[in-house]
């Protein structure tokens, strides 16, 4: 209501304002015509003596007379004619600007202007451009949870607890899902099932009914029906695949207990299917057929790391003049080994991660000097590491 009220009299005051200002504009006409009548009489009397030479003509009689007269009366014409042409411009310029702005003062209450007005008493801007804008509700996007058996490929020193983290279910939803143990050794491109949530899949035989298989798992035959769309009293068909959410596996079917909180040695570790350099050193001797290993020389105690992830096979003395050694079993048929070193941090039975330290290079054994002696083999043949190393 203020708002309606204050454009009200903005409107009322600018009318007054063009009511006076229209007949001071309309009270310049009359003197302006007396300009016009001045411009007509100049251009008359321009026209007269443009009449000269004719009027010359016949008074003298003289050829060459009339002609110098009428070239004269020719240039004092055109000189007039401008003349007259730009008083003509200087008068109605000044006339038409005020017959324009006698039009904008009265379109102008129809026009408001977007600088805000305040009021004198509250000291209130109220600005009659602005729209405000609809505050938007933001969109999610709700991603529907996956409901289906997923199979995953095993990566390069994937664990089965990281796998179990990645996809958010229970070491032991993913066990056995799998029919394996906690220290089934990874390979690298071997597919696992991933279930969609933490329980058990059952495989329906022949005569199954929903309430037993409920009871087998200690489940509720109501949420087994639901998450997989059937009915209480659907049939079901050999061969069908069922998802027992929070279903426990009988004991007797596990072939070994999981555990969430194994110790990081104690996961298996998928291997990636190459080598990286064990050590930082110089090359002392190469592969051929009389050493069929790669000799890397440095400092004792420079660094030791696993080729490759695996499962440790061995590691303490040996009796074969390789002093402290370590052998790598990398579960697709790779072996490494790892000798003459100072000291190792590993035991038999734990999983390394490729690049993960396993002890430090020495001098033990059958040595001349800190080097690493590095072996590779493959389905128990010796191969040359050179190559093979990335």
Same mark, same amino acid.
């Given at each position: ?159 089965? !607890?990281? =796998? +179990?983290?990645?996809? *958010? %279910?229970? &070491?032991? $939803?993913? /066990?056995? #899902? ?43 035959? !109501?949420? =087994? +029906?639901?998450?997989? *769309? %059937?009915? &209480?009293? $659907?049939? /079901?068909? #050999? ?50 057929? *009389? ?100």
């Amino acid at each position: 209501m203020a708002f309606e009220a204050l454009r009200e009299e903005g409107a009322a005051s600018r009318e007054d304002q063009a009511e006076a200002r229209l007949p001071a504009a309309a009270s310049t006409v009359p003197r302006r015509s007396l300009g016009l009548q001045l411009v007509g009489l100049v251009i008359f009397c321009a026209y007269g003596v443009f009449r000269l030479p004719r009027l010359a003509a016949l008074t003298l009689r003289s050829k060459a007379l009339s002609q110098w007269v009428s070239a004269a009366a020719y240039r004092v014409a055109g000189h007039i004619v401008l003349l007259a042409l730009g008083i003509a411009a200087l008068w109605a310029t000044p006339l038409v600007a005020g017959q324009i702005s006698g039009r904008a003062l009265l379109d102008e209450p129809e026009r408001y202007s977007t600088l805000p007005a305040f009021r004198v008493s509250t000291a209130e801007a109220v600005f009659p451009d602005v729209i405000e804008r609809p505050i938007l509700l933001e969109t999610r996007v709700i991603l529907r949870p996956r409901d289906e058996i997923f199979a995953y490929e095993v990566r390069g020193n994937d664990t089965l !607890v990281d =796998i +179990a983290d990645r996809f *958010r %279910i229970e &070491l032991d $939803t993913l /066990l056995w #899902a799998n029919d394996i143990a906690p220290d089934h050794l990874l390979v690298l491109g071997y597919k696992l099932r991933i279930p969609p949530i933490d329980g058990v899949i059952h495989v329906v035989a022949g005569g199954d009914l929903l309430h037993e298989i409920a009871e087998k798992y200690q489940s509720n035959p !109501v949420a =087994i +029906a639901e998450y997989n *769309r %059937i009915g &209480l009293s $659907t049939t /079901l068909v #050999a061969g069908m695949e069922l998802i027992i959410p929070n279903g426990i596996l009988p004991e007797a079917l596990r072939k070994s207990r999981g555990d969430t909180q194994l110790a990081q040695r104690e996961q298996p570790v998928a291997a990636f299917g190459e080598f990286r350099w064990p050590a930082q050193g110089v090359i002392t001797q190469y592969y051929h057929s *009389r050493h069929l290993a790669l000799d890397i020389g440095n400092r004792t105690g420079t660094a030791i790391v696993a080729a490759d992830a695996g499962r440790i096979s061995a590691a303490g003395w040996s009796a074969l003049g390789y002093g402290y050694r370590i052998v790598i079993d990398h579960g697709n048929g790779w072996v490494s080994t790892y000798s003459h070193l100072s000291t190792f941090a590993v035991s038999v039975g734990d999983f390394v991660r490729a690049g993960e330290y396993i002890g430090a290079m020495g001098s033990t054994g059958y040595s001349t000097g800190p080097h690493l002696h590095f072996e590779v083999l493959y389905h128990n043949r010796f191969q040359n590491p050179l190559p093979l190393l990335n």
